[in-house]
């Protein structure tokens, strides 16, 4: 009896406790006093790629983390500090009103804070600090929601934050390519769900259209195609973008853009009658139109919302004076990667070894290159065996060393072959001939592809120096210069594992220098400015972003990346390329533009973005 009634005062006590634990903690604003002081310093001296968060497993876990144990002890330089969390639910946000303010510095429920004595115990990581903090209110279960974090010191705020999220932990090296008979890219669309492809060559077609109408200027097409000399080339993908001028019902001007789109892919069709992959986009030209009644007496027309707009264009009178402007809005603008065109493509399986083998007797490299590569490309479609190959053998030799660059390249761009196979075979055509540019340029990009996971290729001077030895083989200097970026990106990564921060910077700034030597394509700026933002530096990926924002041809990827840089810094919400980006952003992926406002855990940017009064108005009328 005597134990059973121990038992019950046990469970009775945690009972307790627990409810104890869920009631409201008396936490203060101190983060104007002087016992918070040296918190609010050393946060401001820590550096950057020291990183600290909250995350709330799927159990109901919380946990407290911080990427560098020394600067750990640094801010949790006593017993008195601790971290706790502040959850913010959804509940918050809605159209009718803005969120209530609760004049605290936190606006929603916070757990007991746990001490540094305490963080250290539960820690789960021998490197860093990973430690269970607590868990989840049960009125949060099942709620949506986001975790802000507060450090304390006893009972004092002396730091209170809250996340934004951003692409920033993906970065890429700078696509450098691979030579064949010219340098050849693999695709540069890293979210497409259709199979990787091939192209040399990218283009754009920009046709206008008259109002009301989904039919082109034949002459214009002619002309354009001419220029391009199109019969000479498979066309590996076709993107459209068909805008309509911004008057009139929105379905009305997305049924014609499609029509529009359409009108471009069917001119296509003549020069090649199966295009694989091909896209079309239909959006409202707002960014030109903006951009147009600039500094004119229309200007007045940007501070009214898009349905303020459309319907003072329905005054007639008005429409008529703009019709010089919208003219120039109606117009369908398309890109094409294009591959030079085998002229073996009609023959039979059968004919191919025969004529490789004539076209070798005869010295014919150019067409043997021609044949090889159509019998790849029909590997790859798996109309033939890689067996194949195995007859078309290539005499190892340095007469017919560009046969066997081109092979090679090709089945790697295919991934009929792996990256280290690849590599042990250019190392062997280097050997033949040791300054061949092009099978020199090959190796010097797998090492750095290599690179990404095994750091024993970055050991030294070695690859640095066949860089830089590639500009007196004739190698373009741009093209070097990528490499060079890519080499420091590596470093610089390098150094971030071992905490050798200075070093890591002073890579950093070669890396800018480096950049202003180069054009970049809008896939290098999206890939420089992902690892910009990945070491902090996302000033420096803004300021590379924003010459490309108000071009109406900006890489999707590019122009949602630019949004998502900006919402750090809520002064810019009203900034005229803000709003600018921000409708183009919408009329380019509406389901896109309002994955922001989710929560972070969910995908978004973060759904506190919300608290900002010009940012809830975008959601609530183009996402509600």
Not at 104 to 131: C, F, M, R
Request: include cysteine; charged fraction near 30%; aromatic fraction near 12%.
């Amino acid at each position: 009896m005597i134990l059973y009634r121990l038992c019950v005062l046990l469970s009775l006590l945690l009972v307790s406790s627990q409810l104890i634990a869920q009631k409201a903690i008396p936490l203060i604003d101190g983060r104007e006093d002087s016992e918070c002081a040296s918190c609010k310093a050393l946060i401001d001296k820590m550096p950057k790629e020291v990183l600290f968060g909250i995350h709330t497993k799927s159990n109901g876990d919380i946990y407290f983390s911080m990427n560098n144990i020394e600067w750990f002890h640094k801010l949790f330089a006593n017993d008195d500090t601790g971290v706790t969390a502040d959850f913010i639910s959804e509940d918050r946000y809605n159209c009718n009103q803005p969120p209530e303010n609760k004049k605290t510095v936190y606006q929603g429920i916070i757990i007991p804070p746990v001490y540094k004595k305490k963080l250290l115990a539960n820690n789960e990581s021998e490197k860093d600090i990973y430690s269970k903090i607590g868990t989840l209110p049960a009125s949060l279960k099942d709620k949506t929601f986001e975790e802000n974090l507060i450090i304390v010191t006893r009972n004092k705020i002396c730091f209170y934050t809250h996340f934004v999220n951003i692409v920033r932990s993906d970065w890429d090296l700078l696509p450098m390519g691979l030579f064949a008979d010219t340098l050849i890219k693999s695709s540069a669309f890293r979210n497409d769900s259709i199979e990787n492809f091939t192209y040399s060559k990218k283009v754009e077609i920009v046709i206008p259209f008259k109002k009301g109408t989904s039919t082109y200027s034949v002459s214009e097409l002619k002309s354009a195609s001419d220029s391009l000399n199109l019969k000479k080339f498979t066309i590996q993908k076709v993107e459209v973008r068909a805008y309509s001028s911004i008057e009139g019902a929105e379905k009305i001007n997305m049924d014609l853009m499609k029509k529009r789109g359409d009108a471009m892919i069917a001119f296509l069709r003549p020069y090649q009658s199966s295009i694989d992959r091909s896209s079309v986009l239909a959006a409202e030209n707002w960014l030109e139109f903006f951009a147009s009644i600039k500094g004119t007496e229309f200007e007045f027309l940007k501070n009214l919302s898009k349905g303020e707009i459309k319907k003072q264009l329905t005054n007639l009178a008005l429409a008529k004076k703009l019709e010089p402007l919208l003219a120039t809005e109606r117009k369908s603008v398309a890109v094409l990667y294009l591959l030079p065109k085998p002229i073996q493509n009609t023959f039979t399986n059968d004919e191919f070894f025969q004529s490789f083998k004539k076209a070798l007797a005869s010295r014919k490299f150019s067409e043997a290159k021609s044949i090889q590569r159509e019998v790849i490309e029909r590997i790859r479609q798996e109309k033939l065996p890689l067996e194949y190959l195995d007859k078309m053998e290539v005499p190892k030799s340095k007469e017919y060393l560009s046969l066997a660059n081109d092979r090679e390249v090709y089945l790697l761009l295919y991934e009929l072959v792996g990256k280290w196979e690849a590599l042990d075979q250019f190392l062997e055509m280097r050997a033949l001939d040791p300054k061949n540019a092009k099978v020199n340029y090959n190796i010097c990009a797998l090492k750095l592809e290599l690179g990404i996971w095994n750091k024993e290729m970055l050991k030294g001077k070695e690859l640095i120096d066949e860089i830089n030895a590639l500009l007196k083989m004739g190698i373009d200097k741009s093209l070097v210069r990528r490499m060079e970026i890519n080499h420091h990106i590596l470093k610089s990564d390098e150094y971030l594992d071992n905490f050798q921060y200075d070093a890591k910077d002073s890579v950093m700034e070669e890396i800018r220098d480096l950049y202003d030597l180069i054009e970049p394509t809008d896939e290098e700026i999206y890939s420089l400015a992902k690892y910009y933002s990945y070491h902090s530096h996302r000033k420096w990926a803004y300021e590379i972003v924003k010459p490309r924002i108000g071009a109406i041809d900006v890489d999707e990827d590019l122009l949602f990346y630019y949004i998502n840089l900006l919402f750090y810094d809520s002064s810019t919400y009203e900034e005229e390329s803000f709003i600018n980006a921000t409708l183009n952003a919408v009329n380019l992926n509406r389901v896109r533009y309002c994955t922001f406002y989710l929560p972070i855990d969910s995908g978004g940017a973060s759904m506190q973005l919300l608290e900002h009064e010009e940012l809830r108005k975008y959601w609530c009328q183009y996402c509600r």
